[in-house]
């Protein structure tokens, strides 16, 4: 999402004229966003909550070669490395990282 009152930064900057200075303001759009997000998030989960561990494996590891490949220039070699050595927690949190 582009926000368009903080262009993504997260605040906004307004005067203060009693101290004269430019205070931050947490971005209220972004933050309605963000609750907007994990609300979804929340509700996608008890929806998700019984579907089988290997759909829900096929599932991720479709979406974390997607990410990868959307890279300038994609690690698939880390990949392979990662998934010989059936190293999950790299994985799950190189999926974290990307997602
Ligand atoms: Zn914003």
Same mark, same amino acid.
């Given at each position: 999402m582009n926000c368009k009152e903080c262009n993504n930064k997260g605040h906004t900057l307004e005067a203060d004229y009693q101290h004269e200075v430019m205070m931050r303001v947490q971005c209220l759009d972004c933050l309605a966003h963000e609750n907007m997000k994990q609300e979804l998030s929340l509700r996608l989960t008890k929806v998700l909550i019984d579907t089988s561990q290997a759909r829900m494996a096929k599932l991720l590891s479709d979406t974390l070669i997607g990410l990868i490949d959307?890279? !300038?220039?994609? !690690?698939?070699e880390r990949v392979f490395a990662l998934v010989a050595a059936k190293n999950k927690e790299s994985l799950i949190s190189l999926l974290q990282v990307m997602a």
């Open positions: 959307q890279e !300038d220039s994609p !690690d698939y």
